[in-house]
């Protein structure tokens, strides 16, 4: 509960200031700018429930300034990728700054600098704020990074920045994102992963599996597309006292079968084998890993071969997170079940999911759980999955029904399938505080 109670004060610490006062920041420059037409500027890029978004740009000033006024600027934004149609609307046009300030080049305040930062709109409805795309193609749909270009014009002056020099994105920028394993059978595999630094003594490892259209081998991808990268925050990063965090990513999607198409458990898939070697690998060869507390969890796709590794191997993982789950009950025997049935598992799910349809996956799945007798089985099962900062709508706005994984990544998740807390030693829990104290 303290912890999220400190996550809401700090969103509204962070937002209504940009939303409410943005005159407060509006006073008239007291040292002219050099013309510095054709000028740089850096993208920071961060990650929210939606997806990433670009929420500021640091223009980099020819001379000293001490004041910035967000109505001097216009800032228009223009997304392409080669083969990729998009409608007008989500191509090119103005994004509203809320903020100008004096700053570093890394955006941080100053009384005087070389620097001006403006903080922009973003939104889950604020299209032309998304560096990235989901895109179909040969019949499946991935993100994946598009051409983001920004013209920043003050209209006072006539400068403008037009040319990137630099992105920063706060929470991808702490992962190694240059992670490869080649397995005996020829399977290669990506990962990004993030070690705590100056910290002794044996760490836990989360390990986070991607949904069906983060494959690839751009390993940004699966941190960025569904705030995965909240695994290495601060604040969650406490809970665990450090954690290393692991995130391997699939070529394609992980519930590929040999047939090129998706199997819900009816048939094998084609990467468990490949993931688990490259798991173990990077186990053995981070030997500061805790090998009692090593966690695995993913959605959809993820949440799909999160379950297939802990029947495949029930005597490896500590704990399970899943949302979203894909595995079809119908094609775990008994004989498996009861095998993982004593294994700390947290299920998170929307009941209007259209794409991993509750009703065939975790919720019988769930009460097969609890008849066999398991006893650390808990299930949050939400309504719908909507605006968790209460500044797009709250309750009222909603996500995709899919999206249920915004509520492991946020830690929001504190409830059982029948409504009441999940508690520890009489203390009601969230999804990340339970995992933290799980251990084989």
């Not at 920028?173 to 059978?185: A, I, K, M, Q, V």
């Amino acid at each position: 509960m303290k912890y999220k109670v400190f996550r809401f004060l700090k969103s509204v610490f962070l937002l209504v200031p940009l939303c409410l006062f943005p005159h407060n920041f509006e006073e008239k420059a007291s040292v002219d700018y050099i013309d510095t037409t054709n000028g740089t500027y850096s993208l920071i890029i961060t990650g929210y429930d939606w997806g990433p978004s670009v929420n500021q740009v640091i223009l980099d000033m020819e001379q000293l300034v001490s004041n910035a006024n967000i109505s001097d600027f216009t800032v228009t934004a223009t997304r392409s990728a080669e083969g990729v149609e998009m409608q007008p609307a989500e191509q090119t046009g103005e994004r509203k700054v809320l903020l100008a300030y004096v700053s570093d080049e890394k955006g941080n305040r100053l009384q005087e600098g070389n620097h001006v930062t403006l903080t922009l709109l973003v939104g889950p409805d604020e299209v032309l704020s998304a560096p990235i795309k989901y895109v179909f193609k040969e019949g499946r749909g991935a993100n994946q990074w598009i051409d983001y270009k920004l013209k920043i014009v003050d209209k006072t002056r006539n400068q403008t920045w037009d040319t990137e020099k630099n992105r920063i994105q706060p929470l991808v920028d702490r992962f190694d994102l240059s992670g490869t394993y080649s397995h005996e059978d020829g399977t290669n595999l990506t990962y990004a992963s993030y070690e705590p630094i100056d910290v002794k003594g044996k760490l836990p490892l989360i390990i986070w599996l991607h949904g069906g259209g983060e494959g690839g081998t751009d390993t940004s991808i699966p941190l960025v597309a569904n705030k995965a990268t909240n695994y290495a925050s601060d604040e969650i990063q406490q809970l665990f006292g450090k954690a290393q965090v692991l995130v391997p990513q699939s070529p394609t999607f992980w519930m590929q079968s040999t047939s090129g198409e998706y199997t819900r458990g009816e048939v094998n898939d084609i990467y468990n084998e490949a993931l688990m070697g490259l798991i173990r690998k990077y186990v053995t060869e981070h030997p500061n890993v805790d090998e009692k507390r090593i966690y695995i969890g993913g959605c959809s796709n993820g949440g799909y071969m999160s379950l297939k590794l802990l029947l495949l191997h029930p005597d490896y993982f500590a704990a399970a997170y899943i949302s979203a789950l894909a595995y079809h009950t119908e094609y775990i025997t008994d004989k498996q079940l009861n095998s993982i049935k004593d294994i700390p598992i947290w299920f998170v799910h929307c009941k209007d999911d259209p794409v991993t349809l509750p009703e065939k996956t975790v919720v019988p799945f769930y009460k097969r759980l609890i008849a066999a007798g398991a006893e650390n089985v808990h299930f949050s099962y939400y309504d719908h999955a909507t605006d968790l900062t209460g500044f797009f709508g709250g309750e009222a706005y909603r996500y995709n029904g899919h999206f249920s994984w915004i509520y492991s990544h946020a830690n929001h998740a504190d409830f059982d399938f029948d409504g009441s807390p999940v508690q520890m030693n009489g203390s009601n829990v969230t999804i990340m505080e339970w995992m933290a104290a799980q251990h084989r």
